[in-house]
């Protein structure tokens, strides 16, 4: 009895055993055939385009938000009270100077001046009859000069209403766009009513930007500075007429006023534009496509391609230091040496020691050549 006890849990152990070593066999073997399929499976390659590093010209420079500026702009206001008669004010219709903006009601001042005009008319005849009567000794030297002072004053009440009616009538002291108003005929306005803008309309305008005061101290009237007004425009060229003699005590920045050619759409009076300011000497500098340029929590990296000892091209992570971005192109302070290849197009994609599949031949990047 006691030895079938122990019979049947030996047995069930050696079935447990067995049925252990056959699966752990099974497995071993199937590693084994998986190993030496993937071995045999050729080694995947990422596909992207390639660029070469290049020396070019760069100029180091730094970017300020500017304000554009009419050469003249001013506030219409009426300097002395009254009814509107006639008004001319589009907005946004360019005037010449002279034109008639808004003319107040003078009918009443019209009518003194024909009176005034009256009464200097006689005040002459007096004054010439008391000329002759004084050469016929019928009248005195005192009442010829009190005719001539009667005149003179009368002529003088003359130019005073003339003065009025000219004020009354408000034109276009120059060439300008008008801005938005609200007068209409008919309408009362007390004196100092605003009545418009005006922003003249000239050949250039000013764009006034700020800089640190480093930069600000090696500024001189003269010196061109890029505006853009647009992200996707050309930089127009402008000069610098003048620079603040005073530093912002808060900012530690200083004003800078440059003039520019206003002949873009966009160059309105207190549009903003994008100032690039050069900060030193033009210098041979490294420069890649932007698009090889990548991020990461250690910083900026390219992805270098070299071959490895197979002949095959790997993908090699190279930390650098990115100056500047110029364009399509990021200038390249340190980390990468022209005539260096990196991946552009697709390098996203990549990893340290990638297999790498060229898409098309290698290209530089754009060489500015220098100017002469």
Known sequence: MNRRRWIAPVILI????????????????????????????????????????????????????????????ISVRNELPGTVREVALVPGKIVEAGTVLVALDVSVETAELQALQAQ??????QFERMQRMVRDRAASEMEVDQARAERDVALAQIERTKAVIARKTIRA????????????????????????????????????FTVAQQIAATLQPGDHVGVSARSDGAALDAQIVAVDARVDPT?????????????????????????RVATDEPRLAVAVPASAVRKDPQGDHVFVLVPDEAGKLRARVRPVRVESLAGDEAIIETGLNAGEKVAASGAFKLR?????AIIDSPQSVAYAAPKP
């Open 251 to 275: 900012t530690r920045n200083a004003t800078v006023r440059a003039r520019l050619p206003a002949n873009d759409a966009a160059l309105r009076p207190g549009a903003s534009v994008r100032v």
């Open 120 to 125: 200097a008319h006689l005040a002459q005849t």
């Open 352 to 356: 340290d020691s990638a297999l790498v």
């Open 14 to 73: 050696g079935v447990v055993v067995g049925t252990g070593t056959a699966l752990a066999a099974w497995k071993q073997s199937s590693l084994e055939q998986a190993e030496v399929a993937a071995a045999s499976q050729p080694e995947p390659a990422e596909s992207v385009a390639v660029a070469v590093a290049r020396e070019r010209e760069h100029r180091p420079t730094t970017t300020s938000i500017g304000t554009v500026v009419a050469t003249r702009s």
């Open 173 to 208: 002291p120059f060439r300008a766009r008008v801005g938005i108003s609200d007068v209409h005929e008919g309408q009362y306005l007390n004196e100092g009513s605003l009545l418009t803008t005006l922003q003249g309309v000239d050949e250039h305008a000013y764009v006034d």
